[in-house]
C-alpha cells in the first residue's frame, strides 16, 4: 500500500522560506510524475508544481520563480523550496502524483504571516 508523508510545514513570516518533504513508500517512486499540491481554507485543492522522472519541472504561475520542486528517487522523496513566501501561500501542502493517483496523506501546513 503507498503511503505519503509530507513534512517540513510551519509558520514563518513574509518574505522567508522553508523546505518540504514527501517520502513516498510502496510505490515505484523513479518512474512516476509527482507533484506538490495545496489547498487552502475554502478553496480546492491545487497543484502548484510538478516534476517527471526525468527531472523536467512545472509550476503554477502564482509560485513561478519562488517554489523549486527536485526529487531523489533514491530516497523516494520529492522536496519543495519555497522562497518569497506570501500570505497568500498559507496552505495546507499535498504531494502525490501528477494525476493524485495514491490515497493522499496528512499534508503540512504552512501558514505565512503577514
Known amino acids: 500500500q503507498v503511503q505519503l508523508v509530507e513534512s517540513g510545514g510551519g509558520l514563518v513570516q513574509a518574505g522567508g522560506s522553508l523546505r518540504l518533504s514527501c517520502v513516498a513508500s510502496?510505490?515505484?517512486?523513479?518512474?512516476?510524475?509527482m507533484g506538490w499540491y495545496r489547498q487552502a481554507p475554502g478553496k480546492q485543492r491545487e497543484l502548484v508544481a510538478h516534476?517527471?522522472?526525468?527531472?523536467?519541472?512545472s509550476y503554477a504561475d502564482s509560485v513561478k520563480a519562488r517554489f523549486t520542486i527536485s526529487r531523489d528517487n533514491a530516497k523516494d522523496t520529492v522536496y519543495l523550496q519555497m522562497n518569497s513566501l506570501k500570505p497568500e501561500d498559507t496552505a495546507v501542502y499535498y504531494c502525490?502524483?501528477?494525476?493524485?493517483?495514491?490515497?493522499w496523506g496528512q499534508g503540512t501546513q504552512v501558514t505565512v504571516s503577514s
Open positions: 502525490n502524483t501528477a494525476s493524485g493517483l495514491y490515497r
Open positions: 510502496g510505490t515505484s517512486f523513479s518512474i512516476r510524475t
Open positions: 516534476i517527471t522522472s526525468g527531472g523536467t519541472t
